[in-house]
């Protein structure tokens, strides 16, 4: 018998629930979040998923629909958001060291050992904290495998009745989640999936459950699909990520959200860009020795000339140094750039990467040397505590009017910017 014992915690409507986190005044009111360049709907409470607007709906198509019904949206403030997950993720670590951080709102807990018969009042517990301790309401799921607490949470969300908190535990409340969910909401079951599986005649989660031909699942749906049907048979097949896998790409890319046509203003947002990827490099003790750039016009503007080029090189020693990457960056802009054209969109992306006391230097000199990390770390903790682009490289320049993202509706940085702290 299988007693592993795991809980899903989930962020209700996580950017949403961070922006009425300072403006109580949203409590009643439909809130969303809109992608960069405030384009789709990234985010949205269940007020506005009552007026029909979709998940990644553009916001110009239903801009008079959130005028009418007094509709709160924001740009993405994704500063403030991640500030606030690393307060909830703590706050969970208190209650278990045995986590996986799934996603910026999402985190499984193992809770095997707990006493089953007062595992739902220890999650309720679980959830007042959470609220409690960082404002941000939560559901929970619990099951015996990770797919099961996942359908588990969706019933939590779901039913008024459960309080936000779910168990899969008991026959009874294990059949009524199975029997409840569309097999397009069982976590792994991707759009594809589901029209094979409806055409198999599998419209829920129990039916996939009950299947009773295990060969012709793996044959069409492959080992994943045969380990989800384990999952929903409450035989645990997917572990417990404890330890949070390093990329092995970083890609930092924005479109702009005005047209650039100079090489200067093009320099600006790559440095940018470089020094967020690098950033991200550092966190996770990294260095890169590919680092490769993009540059493109606007595809959905027929009425300009189209030029789209990628550019790369592999660096004879691995770095994390931001100043190095952005020399290096600025190279491949050169070679690639041509006057004239209406630039929309850049990016920069870091390859080859390797854990940064593993890799091989060159012998040819080229790597960073405990001086270059020296200021790179001194960088990254000034920044850390006094805010994002406290201290950055001058190549990143001062002013982004010119070419950064459109965040008409942008909240304040009310966590990470001194300027921008809540006044009461």
């Given at each position: 018998m299988n007693n592993r014992i795991f809980a899903l915690v989930d962020c209700n409507s996580f950017y949403c629930s961070c922006e009425r986190l300072f403006r109580p005044d949203l409590r009643n009111r439909p809130v969303g979040v809109l992608s960069n360049n405030d384009g789709c709907f990234v985010s949205r409470t269940n007020e506005l998923k009552a007026l029909g607007v979709k998940m990644g709906e553009p916001y110009f198509k239903v801009k008079d629909i959130c005028k009418k019904n007094n509709v709160a949206v924001f740009s993405a403030n994704f500063s403030l958001y991640t500030n606030l997950s690393d307060r909830v993720m703590s706050t969970l670590f208190d209650f278990t060291p045995n986590i996986e951080v799934y996603s910026v709102d999402e985190a499984f807990l193992d809770l095997s050992g707990f006493d089953e018969k007062t595992i739902l009042d220890y999650c309720r517990h679980i959830k007042e904290t959470v609220e409690r301790n960082t404002g941000i309401p939560v559901g929970i799921g619990v099951g015996r495998s990770k797919v099961m607490a996942k359908l588990a949470n969706r019933i939590a969300k779901k039913d008024a009745s459960s309080c936000g908190v779910y168990s899969t535990l008991t026959p009874m409340c294990r059949e009524y989640a199975l029997e409840s969910v569309d097999i397009e909401d069982v976590w792994g079951i991707g759009r594809q999936s589901t029209i094979k599986m409806n055409g198999l005649g599998i419209k829920k989660a129990k039916h996939l459950r009950d299947y009773r031909n295990d060969k012709l699942i793996q044959n069409i749906f492959t080992k994943v699909g045969r380990m989800i049907q384990d999952e929903l048979r409450e035989i645990s097949c997917f572990p417990l990520n404890e330890e949070i896998p390093k990329k092995k790409e970083i890609i930092s890319s924005r479109t702009f959200g005005k047209p650039v046509y100079e090489l200067s203003l093009l320099r600006e947002s790559i440095a940018c860009y470089a020094s967020l990827a690098c950033e991200k490099l550092r966190k996770q003790e990294s260095v890169c020795q590919e680092v490769e750039i993009f540059i493109r016009t606007n595809p959905f503007k027929e009425s300009v000339e189209q030029y789209v080029r990628v550019n790369s090189v592999r660096l004879d020693s691995a770095t994390c140094d931001t100043r190095k990457?952005?020399?290096?960056?600025?190279?491949?802009?050169?070679?690639?750039?041509?006057?004239?054209?209406?630039?929309?969109?850049?990016?920069?992306?870091?390859?080859?990467?390797?854990?940064a006391d593993e890799h091989q230097v060159s012998l040819f000199g080229g790597y960073d040397s405990p001086e270059d990390l020296a200021i790179m770390r001194a960088m990254d903790r000034i920044n850390s505590r006094d805010g994002h682009e406290t201290l950055k490289i001058a190549a990143c320049g001062v002013n982004k009017e010119a070419w950064y993202m459109n965040q008409v509706f942008k909240s304040p940085r009310y966590l990470t910017g001194w300027n921008e702290l809540l006044k009461i």
């Open positions: 990457i952005i020399k290096v960056a600025w190279k491949l802009l050169d070679e690639i750039f041509i006057n004239g054209y209406e630039y929309k969109k850049a990016c920069v992306k870091l390859g080859r990467i390797q854990d």
